[in-house]
């Protein structure tokens, strides 16, 4: 399976990005997905989980409420848009599959198949 994370950039505080996570070489449906960043000199984040039928949806207290976390079956591709940006956002953003139970959503070492990473720069 492949991750390909894109749409990072740089935007001043208050502005969008949307995110997306292109997931080939494996039923896109099977597993939860979710989406960490990492500042540098930083661990690993957790930042939001869709469930595998996007009936459930978790995120970060730092993040709720600005971002939306979705799945598009058709397209095999996962998405994060991120409104009200903040220069806090400001990090490398990774989509993964969850490996393990969706009580492990925010354990970075439950996931797996992580993407290559999409830097997210947001100015004050």
């Known amino acids: 399976v492949q991750l390909q994370a894109s749409g990072g950039g740089l935007v001043q505080a208050g502005g969008s990005l949307r995110l997306s996570c292109a997931v080939s070489g494996r039923t896109f449906s099977r597993y939860a997905m979710g989406w960490f960043r990492q500042s540098p000199g930083q661990e690993r984040e957790f930042v939001a989980v869709?469930?595998?039928?996007?009936?459930?949806?978790y995120y970060a207290d730092s993040v709720k409420g600005r971002f939306i976390i979705s799945r598009d079956y058709v397209k095999n591709t996962l998405y994060l848009q991120m409104n009200s940006l903040k220069p806090e956002d400001t990090a490398v953003y990774y989509c993964a599959e969850l490996l393990g139970s969706f009580i492990d959503r925010s354990d970075p070492n439950k996931y797996g198949s992580w993407g290559q990473g999409t830097l997210v720069t947001i100015s004050s």
């Open positions: 869709v469930g595998w039928n996007s009936g459930t949806t």
